[in-house]
């Protein structure tokens, strides 16, 4: 009997918000409960739902169509026609599903952009805590479904762009993209949370991923343990496989210190205090373009605030939260033109990234990608793009 009023209780819920649910199983068990429970559970839902009806509809969830264009930004983090935009984008994922579909979205929105608790957000939408769980995972997946169109890696037609891109901010050659990696902060699983905890000592979810010029991601791999180093991360993801395709060619990535020097990956001369003058050059040339994954990652964060902490005790579905905040963050730029020189006061500017980690730098040295790497700082010793003035070695 218990189980029966806590499924009709459950099935209230999610039918008065318009949840995606299955009715069709549910209605077998609930062909047993007697009529004294369906009242019951009737008469709770129903008092849930007018203590909802009795909110002075001031929640953003009810009055977005009356928000201004700066307040409707403020509180979804985007433009009003980029929402109804992203809305058609998703429509076919919520097919014969659409009632309450725009209603799901922006809640979904309003948890990635603020660290609000899922009980407050709940609260402002008007639903239970429990339902705005289940929307918030199933918009989450359909975003993260659309990640293989949304993040794509450059063909080789489109090299040459990225390249340029590159080029004519710091005027280093051959960059066809920007690599590095950062961690999003989680509770961690009690099971085994150490294997989650970073080498800043916090429990974390590792994030890879290349950016262009225009701080566009190219390419997202999340879901592994903090535990994960870079280079690790980098050998077992797609990504590794892609970049041996760009071995025959004369472009690389940049990353620093925490991967391997490869041709097809160029990190920096390793600062033991005796580098030539070249060798500094390139080095402060190389993290200038690089620096463009930071920026990246910095306006990752500032736009979908979650990020600076999952409280998800799920972290099976952690993944797909990461991977949606990537689809938006490209969706964003090419919709809103958005850069990095957005600034927001609200957020504090501590990063998690992997900089600083020393990695690779010990490790054996490719003679090939060596002598790359010394061609290039040779190059950039002549280039007007130089950052230091004095004459090359």
């Not at 280093?172 to 509770?187: D, E, K, S």
Request: charged share 25%; net charge negative.
């Amino acid at each position: 009997m218990a189980e029966s009023i806590a499924l009709a209780l459950l099935l209230g819920e999610f039918v008065s918000d318009g949840s995606d649910v299955d009715l069709m199983g549910a209605s077998v068990e609930l062909a047993s409960v007697s009529n004294v429970a369906l009242t019951i559970a009737a008469v709770v839902v129903v008092a849930d739902r007018e203590a909802h009806d009795d909110d002075d509809g001031s929640h953003p969830g009810r009055a977005h169509t009356s928000y201004s264009g700066a307040t409707f930004r403020d509180f979804y983090r985007v433009e009003r026609s980029t929402f109804q935009t992203l809305c058609e984008r998703l429509a076919p994922q919520f097919a014969n599903r659409s009632v309450g579909m725009e209603k799901k979205i922006l809640c979904s929105l309003w948890l990635l952009g603020n660290q609000e608790s899922f009980q407050d957000v709940a609260k402002r939408f008007g639903m239970g805590k429990g339902t705005l769980h289940y929307v918030f995972r199933s918009v989450a997946q359909a975003l993260s479904k659309c990640q293989a169109e949304a993040i794509q890696w450059p063909s080789v037609d489109q090299l040459a762009n990225v390249a340029k891109g590159f080029r004519d901010k710091s005027g280093f050659p051959g960059v066809v993209g920007a690599l590095g990696g950062t961690h999003v902060p989680i509770r961690g699983p009690p099971s085994c949370r150490n294997a989650y905890v970073n080498r800043s000592g916090f429990p974390s979810i590792h994030l890879q991923a290349v950016c262009d010029s225009s701080l566009r991601f190219l390419d997202v791999d999340t879901g592994r343990p903090g535990s994960t180093e870079g280079a690790e991360a980098l050998r077992k993801s797609s990504l590794w496989s892609r970049l041996e395709g760009l071995r025959t060619m004369d472009y690389h990535l940049l990353a620093d210190s925490a991967y391997p020097l490869e041709t097809f990956l160029l990190s920096p001369y390793t600062d033991d205090g005796h580098l030539s003058e070249l060798q500094r050059n390139y080095n402060e040339v190389h993290g200038s373009a690089r620096a463009d994954i930071e920026r990246a990652f910095g306006l990752l964060r500032r736009k979908w605030r979650r990020l600076k902490y999952l409280d998800m005790t799920a972290v099976a579905h952690i993944p797909a939260v990461i991977s949606a905040a990537c689809v938006l963050h490209n969706f964003l730029i090419d919709i809103e033109r958005l850069s990095g020189d957005e600034t927001d006061p609200e957020t504090e500017p501590e990063t998690h990234n992997d900089d600083g980690n020393p990695g690779c730098a010990n490790q054996d040295v490719d003679p090939t990608a060596a002598s790359k790497r010394d061609g290039i700082a040779r190059t950039l010793a002549t280039t007007p793009f130089r950052t230091s003035r004095t004459s090359p070695e």
